[in-house]
């Protein structure tokens, strides 16, 4: 969905009595540039059909990654927007708690560790050969 | 008054800091600060071959081990087949013996941990055999006190025979009848009930709201359950046992009083999902009573295909075809603390991409915070262990 839908899209999901599932953000600069963020939510159950799965999808451009805030419209998400934020450094606008949700206080302010340019693991483990011979 | 609590707690808990604004006695206002132990296991799993990558799953949580690892498990399904249904019959439902197993032990000695918060000795302790009975169980028949090891993408590591599958009904049968008399205890201990009573009520309109999930949601009157609303694995062969939504029936009182907690009311025949509308902790206890006496039945339903002799070549697990790319995988189970959403996405080579994990724990926190206020802060302890979360789930 484009950014200002965002709200509507959800906001008619819990309207319709679907449940929250999760909220992911994916850094997919390298595939095509932008930052994914998906909101997934279960439509209730009806007779004997199940329930079905509906994600919502939004594309955040690289530049200037913010999306407006669905905590006001649901409030279950407000932590995983508070996450997303310190993750992955996507704005959430208009989020009712601007504090830091996962990262202490110390962190750097422009480090983001779920974005890909930081390496999941170090180069070389601590102990080994390879990072006392960095060492030195 | 400001009363800082923790982030270092006397006994084996995890860290996490709560800040009671009092009046007086009454908590106004509770700000909980979790997160002190990040691992960073999203961005761990990332590189690693999908495979591989259950360990980290696996190693979320403590006392969720199953439920994670088969909700991620059912995440690389979803991308690598093989199809839901496809997988072998006998694979699914050791898989779902191990959920039902590990809602057995953490309800059991959840009630048992609720007797802790009022100081009643003779009700922790018999939770706490109970429970290490069922852990030694867990040993016996798969091989791990926390239910580790049992699940693996394409089906389970180990298997059960029929013989072992025989004993551990035999079993569940005796641990069953123990559970009603422990039940029996707390029904009959004034003391406790009166704690339980009206302390930490968590609105329905709250937990609506919140995206509450689990017990905590269940005790608020929220009728849900993944394993009903969702139906994975072995639990689709067996949707007769949650019943329709809004089948529970209402607490049956045994006096003028409000209706206190005992063993579950609910006879051998009845079949839903246990749901209560007052939202205190007593609703909760109850809720977790009522789960584990569905959780025995529910077990020899489950375990009475896997008495029979497997069809011969029946294999424990389905190779994987590799991993789709163009789209995520998503698997859930209702973990005994409420639903766990595992999301899974990957790249050519067949390595994970991005791993995300919503954990039950992680939805109900928020709750906690706001079913406090009111409550005497003593009370606080007593609150926090009927909510039951875990700490380790957001620090992943």
Redesign the interface.
């Known amino acids: 969905v484009p950014p200002e839908a965002l709200v509507d899209a959800c906001a008619r999901q819990i309207g319709a009595g679907a449940r929250l599932l999760t909220v992911v953000a994916t850094d997919e600069r390298e595939r095509d540039g932008v930052f994914r963020l998906r909101y997934l939510f279960a439509a209730p159950r009806e007779g004997s059909h199940p329930g079905r799965i509906t994600s919502i999808e939004l594309r955040l451009d690289a530049a200037h990654p913010s999306f407006p805030s669905v905590t006001a419209a649901a409030p279950a998400v407000h932590w995983d927007e508070r996450e997303v934020r310190d993750l992955f450094g996507l704005e959430p606008r208009g989020h009712p708690d601007p504090r830091r949700l996962v990262l202490d206080d110390d962190w750097p302010d422009d480090r983001y560790p779920l974005r890909r340019v930081l390496p999941a693991r170090p180069r070389s483990r601590p102990g080994t050969r390879a990072a006392r011979a960095a060492r030195a | 008054m400001e009363v800082p609590v923790g982030p270092i707690h006397a006994g084996i808990i995890e860290p996490g800091h709560f800040r009671f604004s009092t009046i007086g006695e009454r908590i106004l206002h509770l700000d909980a600060r979790l997160?002190f132990t990040?691992r960073?296991l999203?961005?761990?799993?990332?590189?690693l071959p999908a495979g591989r990558a259950l360990v980290v799953a696996e190693h979320l949580c403590g006392v969720c081990s199953a439920a994670n690892a088969v909700a991620y498990c059912q995440a690389v399904e979803a991308l690598a087949g093989p199809a839901a249904g496809d997988l072998p019959p006998r694979a699914a439902g050791v898989r779902a013996v191990a959920l039902e197993l590990e809602r057995l032990y953490n309800h059991v000695g959840d009630v048992g941990n609720v007797c802790a918060g009022v100081g009643f000795a003779a009700g922790t302790m018999h939770g706490a055999r109970l429970r290490e009975a069922l852990l030694r169980l867990n040993e016996t028949v798969l091989g791990h006190r926390y239910l580790r090891h049992v699940c693996a993408p394409g089906g389970v590591r180990r298997g059960l025979s029929p013989r072992f599958a025989e004993g551990l009904a035999r079993e569940l049968h005796k641990l069953r009848r123990e559970f009603d008399r422990f039940c029996d205890l707390l029904a009959d201990e004034d003391s406790l009930q009166e704690r339980l009573l009206g302390t930490g009520v968590l609105p329905r309109e709250v937990a609506v709201?919140?995206?509450a999930v689990g017990v905590a949601a269940r005790a608020s009157g929220v009728d849900?359950d993944?394993r009903?609303?969702?139906?994975y694995g072995a639990y689709a062969r067996h949707q007769d046992e949650f019943g329709e939504?809004g089948a529970w029936p209402a607490p049956r009182r045994g006096g003028l009083g409000p209706w206190r907690i005992g063993r579950t009311q609910a006879d051998l025949g009845f079949r839903g999902v246990p749901t209560y509308d007052a939202g205190d902790v007593r609703a909760r206890v109850q809720v977790r009573i009522d789960e584990t006496h569905r959780s025995f039945l529910l077990l020899q339903a489950l375990l009475e295909p896997l008495r029979e002799e497997p069809p011969a070549r029946e294999p424990l697990r389905v190779p994987l075809g590799p991993l789709a790319t163009d789209r995520?995988g998503?698997g859930?189970t209702e973990s005994p603390r409420g639903?766990s959403?595992h999301?899974l996405?990957a790249d050519t080579e067949g390595r994970v991409?991005?791993y995300?994990a919503?954990t039950a724990s992680?939805?109900n926190?928020?709750c906690v915070a706001l079913a406090a206020p009111g409550n005497m802060v003593p009370d606080f302890p007593l609150i926090n262990k009927s909510f039951e979360l875990c700490y380790a789930c957001c620090d992943r």
């Open positions: 997160f990040h960073g999203e961005k761990s799993a990332e590189g709201a919140l995206g849900v993944l009903r609303d969702l139906p939504p995520a998503v859930w639903a959403v999301w996405m991409l991005r995300h919503r992680f939805a926190w928020p």
